[in-house]
């Protein structure tokens, strides 16, 4: 098989990380591994393994005709079979297609929050979809939702996993105490839902305890983030809660941390959590999404309604309190992403539907 992801940023999103991930294992399995990111590239692009075949596309509008003639271009001299289109990627991806009408387009949809959503929202999506050979999802409800709306019958539920890689440069040092920090790695935008963590740390007053709190992702510097610091700033926290913006040297900044959260409102299967569990950081975790099949409550992780400000100080309450309950979730997080998640596994199962 000779196949190609296509992603529209290398920024650290779950996507952009599946889509990495996927070119560099399957590099090892199959004939022709690539990866194209079409609008921007990121601080994922020096994970991209030697032997995946690279390109960006530098594309600057929805339709651009020039970028549609480069990726036409790659996939004719490369004599791709398959491209796999992680998420908004699917617009070019069909409009190639068009031009190579042989080739044959996997999207795969991360999108947790599109099961809210309706098919007038999507209408682009829908209609294009009868162009698309099959469709991956991250979890069941947005298999089901693509049974209902989608015009393509093959729909297959593809777990995600993860990586650590040890080349990466260890360069983020999280500030406050050994064994008393908290992290958070998400991006900072909807439906993260990072107020819910801020507001969970301010009224717990965990700081007076020593703790701190340690947000890493993108910062879009907008309205969203500009809610979380004047919050933090307007309950004299600057000091127990910090912000390091997008970062790439995830396993260390996760080495330093005692306890990993997510809030989300809405999530497809969430990579985050894969990572702690990597780390063997013990979680409280959204149950939205696939998060509730991922984690089993008082096993490897403990759950909560994240519009819930209740049940989030009362699952952070516990972790914080009790040290031999970190100990025991992080280990049994450990061995469930182990078991279920690992790269072989997923990579195996991704071939098997390439093939369906």
């Known amino acids: 098989m000779r196949i190609v992801q296509i992603i529209d940023s290398l920024n650290a999103g779950g996507a952009e990380r599946m889509a990495v991930n996927y070119a560099n294992s399957l590099a090892h399995s199959i004939e022709f591994s ?10 994922l692009r020096n994970q991209i393994k030697s032997q995946v075949s690279y390109l960006f596309l530098r594309k600057k509008k929805r339709i651009d005709f020039l970028a549609i003639i480069r990726l036409r271009k790659y996939l004719r001299e490369n004599k791709v079979d398959i491209i796999h289109a992680h998420s908004s990627s699917f617009f070019i991806a069909v409009l190639t297609k068009f031009t190579i009408p042989k080739i044959k387009i996997i999207w795969h949809d991360h999108y947790g929050a599109r099961i809210k959503e309706t098919k007038k929202e999507n209408r682009v999506l829908i209609f294009l979809s009868m162009f698309f050979y099959s469709i991956f999802v991250v979890n069941l409800e947005l298999k089901e ?3 209902k709306n989608m015009n393509c019958s093959r729909i297959f539920f593809i777990a995600n996993f993860t990586r650590f890689d040890s080349t990466i440069k260890q360069e983020t040092h999280l500030k406050g105490k050994d064994g008393k920090r908290i992290v958070v790695l998400a991006n900072l935008k909807k439906p993260k839902n990072h107020i819910l963590i801020l507001k969970a740390f301010f009224e717990l007053e965990l700081n007076k305890m020593g703790w701190s709190l340690h947000l890493v992702g993108r910062d879009y510097n907008d309205a969203y983030s500009d809610n979380l610091k004047t919050f933090i700033k307007s309950n004299l926290l ?11 040297d995830v396993s260390y900044i996760l080495s330093q941390a005692s306890i990993g959260v997510l809030a989300s409102t809405q999530e497809g299967f969430p990579v985050t959590l894969l990572e702690y569990g990597l780390a063997k950081l013990p979680v409280i975790s959204t149950n939205a999404g696939y998060c509730s099949t991922l984690i089993k409550d008082k096993f490897n992780g403990l759950l909560f309604n994240p519009l819930s400000e209740l049940e989030i100080n009362l699952q952070l309450s516990k972790l914080i309190e009790d040290e031999f309950l970190r100990s025991n979730l ?12 690992s790269e072989q596994r997923v990579i195996e199962q991704l071939i098997v539907a390439y093939n369906k």
């Open 34 to 43: 690539g990866l194209i990111s079409t609008r921007d590239e990121g601080v």
């Open 330 to 341: 992080g280990g049994n997080l450990k061995q469930s992403v182990d078991e279920n998640y």
């Open 238 to 248: 600057k000091d127990h809660i910090y912000l390091y913006g997008e970062k790439s």
């Open 145 to 147: 939702w693509s049974k």
